[in-house]
């Protein structure tokens, strides 16, 4: 079944450094449609000492099309059991929580992992399917992904993907055929603008995906990038409106899939991170009914 209307949902990251209550709040406060929440500040939460039935009543009442995320999915070897660990962990997280899905990314997080491998420096910590064939890059991911969507599906849930810019198969058409390969219809992507940025995708592109693929939409901005291994820290510190993506052409690209769901503004600006965070994810809100509604 389609959503029926365009949703605009808080993004956690707005208020990085806030606690889930000052999250809730906000969404509440400033008429959010709902939250994509932050599994992180969920167990911040119990770890202070609250319950999990305290964390199910705190949520009772919101929207939440989405928790992440679930790190590192292509995990092999010595390292594949903590992925199955961390896997479970998180499902039952977003369960109490009344989460509809869990957002799943590739690896490594390190992008300092990947330059040193590009560079054909000594790698040390987890590396991934750095230094595999595409082939087995991608045998392992959609393995692991169609686990994971069983997995999911278990507790109801949905997956979805996100494919990190500077990690092996970052493209839209690499996601969807990791997703096509790992054949669960629970398992879909989150459309975010940066990381289709910097990883050589276009508006073009994302007006051709199906929109049955498509289970949320991250509305984000960049600095220029010209190629290379992208930093995010750096290419993402601007507010969202005010780098150089024409966010209006990405999001028409969105909806010429005839996608209706949530959009979420992401945000990575270390200044607006420091601000009135009532105020800034005012302004997100305000920015993405102009795109969106």
Known sequence: MRAERQKIVLHSLIAKDAPMAMDLKIAA????????????KMRAFLAAGWTEADLAGRLRDYDIPGTGFLMDIERHGDAEPSLWQDAAELFHLAQIAGAKA????????????????????????????????????????????ARLGDMAAEKGLILYLEALGWCPLNTIS???????????????????FWHCYVSGDSPERIARI????????????SLRHDGGIPDEAVLRDVPTGSGVLDLREWVDAVKATGYVGWWSGELF??????DDSFKVAAGMKALLERLVL
């Open 29 to 40: 406060d400033l008429g959010y449609d709902g939250i994509e929440i932050s599994a992180a």
């Open 210 to 221: 199906d929109r049955n693929a498509i289970y949320g939409v991250h509305v984000c901005d």
């Open 269 to 274: 600006c270390c200044r607006q991170h420091q």
């Open 102 to 145: 869990v957002q799943a990314i590739t690896g490594p997080v390190s992008v300092a992992t990947v330059r040193a491998h590009a560079g054909g420096r000594p790698v040390t910590g987890y590396s991934g399917v750095l230094g595999l064939s595409r082939d087995e890059q991608m045998r392992i991911a959609a393995r692991n992904l």
């Open 174 to 192: 690499d996601q969807l055929e990791l997703i096509d390969r790992a054949g669960r219809s629970n398992v879909k992507m989150v459309v975010d």
